[in-house]
């Protein structure tokens, strides 16, 4: 499990119960169907900077009375980000494959993938199908860009 300094005080991240409840209350889009955790997952695959800041906010859900708030873990995240020696996409593929391989989502990302694969057997026309092969294509890269072992 990746680490994060924040404060001079070492936070190890978890993907648990309490990683999914707090992305389901912050995080998820209520104008979407997918869950919160499902949002991180999909904005991490996108590289978007404010999926770190989220992961983080989850992954240390775990820290009952001394959970960092979202500027401290912010501010480390800029520090790192903003440093020569550490590589932006680290940061990115810790917190995905935190996510990707805990045993507490294997089977919710299953289902996941399940849906991805399928994409472009869902499309109603030939414009539809070549889409969907397209973002099919693009998750799947994404996945073993961030997680080559799966």
Not at 47 to 66: E, G, M, P, Q, V
Not at 122 to 137: G, I, S, T, W
Request: one cysteine or more; proline letters at 3%.
């Amino acid at each position: 499990m990746p680490y994060l300094d924040i404060n001079g005080q070492q936070y190890e991240a978890k993907a648990n119960f309490k990683f999914e409840r707090k992305a389901n209350e912050h995080y998820k889009d209520p104008n979407q169907e997918y869950s919160g955790l499902e949002k991180i997952y999909q904005d991490l695959m996108s590289y978007k900077i404010s999926a770190l800041s989220a992961f983080w906010d989850c992954a240390t859900a775990h820290y009952k009375k001394k959970q960092p708030t979202v500027e401290a873990i912010e501010d480390a995240l800029a520090d790192i980000i903003e440093g020569d020696d550490v590589e932006v996409e680290k940061l990115f593929q810790d917190a995905f494959q935190t996510i990707d391989n805990s045993g507490f989502f294997k089977l919710q990302l299953r289902e996941f993938w399940k849906n991805v694969n399928m994409i472009d057997k869902m499309a109603k026309d030939d414009d539809e199908k070549e889409q969907a092969l397209a973002a099919k294509e693009m998750f799947l890269e994404k996945r073993e860009e961030l997680n080559p072992t799966k």
